[in-house]
T-cell receptor, first 117, second 114 residues
C-alpha cells in the first residue's frame, strides 16, 4: 500500500531562518499532497496543498514543491517565527471517484519544528 | 467558516466498556472520515463513513470494534467497543465539503482507558 516517509522527525531553527521538511511517497497514483500543522492539543490544520499538475505553490512565507519523477515533495517555511513551532504532517492521496481530497489521506510520521527566539 | 463539532472532547473509560463519539458539521459535507492518532504519533485512517451505508474500513480496523454510523450529510458517530488500554488515543473526524476540496479536521476526542 501507499507509504509516506517524512524527514526530519525534529527540526530546530533560529527565528528568522528557513525550515525545510521533506516527504517521499511510494504510490505513483498519488496526485494530491496537503500539509497540516498541529499545535499541541489542537486539531491538524491545513496550511497548504499541491496537486500533481503543478510543481510549486506559495502562500506568503510557506511554499510547497513537488517532484513527481522522484516522488518527493517538500514544505518550505521562510522567516520563521516562534508561532510556527508545531508538528507538521505531510500527506498523500489519490484522486479517485469524487475528486479532491476525498480519497484517503496517508500521513507522514510528522516533524516537530521548534523555532528558537 | 464552517464548524466541525466533536463530542465528547475527552473521556476516561473503564476497560471492557464502549464509547460513542459524535461528529456534527453545520453544513452538508460530501465525505466524512475517522482517524486515530496514538500519543505522539501520526494520524491513521480508521474508515470512511458512508452516508446511508456501511463504512469502508482500512486494513487493521474492523466493524465489530469500531462501528460507524452516518445517517445523514452532517452527522456521524464512531463507537470504540470493548475498550482496552491500547485504545487510548485521540480520535478525529474529518470532512470534505465539496468536489476537489481538502479535508478539514474536528478538534478530536482524547480517550483514556484505565
Amino acid at each position: 500500500g501507499e507509504n509516506v516517509e517524512q524527514h526530519p522527525s525534529t527540526l530546530s531553527v533560529q527565528e528568522g531562518d528557513s525550515a525545510v521538511i521533506k516527504c517521499t511517497y511510494s504510490d505513483s497514483a498519488s496526485n494530491y499532497f496537503p500539509w497540516y500543522k498541529q499545535e499541541l492539543g489542537k486539531r491538524p490544520q491545513l496550511i497548504i496543498d499541491i496537486r500533481s499538475n503543478v510543481g510549486e505553490k506559495k502562500d506568503q512565507r510557506i511554499a510547497v514543491t513537488l517532484n513527481k519523477t522522484a516522488k518527493h515533495f517538500s514544505l518550505h517555511i521562510t522567516e520563521t517565527q516562534p508561532e510556527d513551532s508545531a508538528v507538521y504532517f505531510c500527506a498523500a492521496s489519490s484522486l479517485e471517484g469524487y475528486g479532491g481530497a476525498t480519497n484517503k489521506l496517508i500521513f507522514g510520521t510528522g516533524t516537530l519544528l521548534a523555532v528558537q527566539p | 467558516s464552517a464548524v466541525i463539532s466533536q463530542k465528547p472532547s475527552r473521556d476516561i473509560c473503564q476497560r471492557g466498556t464502549s464509547l460513542t463519539i459524535q461528529c456534527q458539521v453545520d453544513s452538508q459535507v460530501t465525505m466524512m472520515f475517522w482517524y486515530r492518532q496514538q500519543p505522539g504519533q501520526s494520524l491513521t485512517l480508521i474508515a470512511t463513513a458512508n452516508q446511508g451505508s456501511e463504512a469502508t474500513y482500512e486494513s487493521g480496523f474492523v466493524i465489530d470494534k469500531f462501528p460507524i454510523s452516518r445517517p445523514n450529510l452532517t452527522f456521524s458517530t464512531l463507537t470504540v467497543s470493548n475498550m482496552s488500554p491500547e485504545d487510548s488515543s485521540i480520535y478525529l473526524c474529518s470532512v470534505v465539503w465539496g468536489r476537489n476540496q481538502p479535508q478539514h479536521f474536528g478538534d478530536g476526542t482524547r480517550l483514556s482507558i484505565l
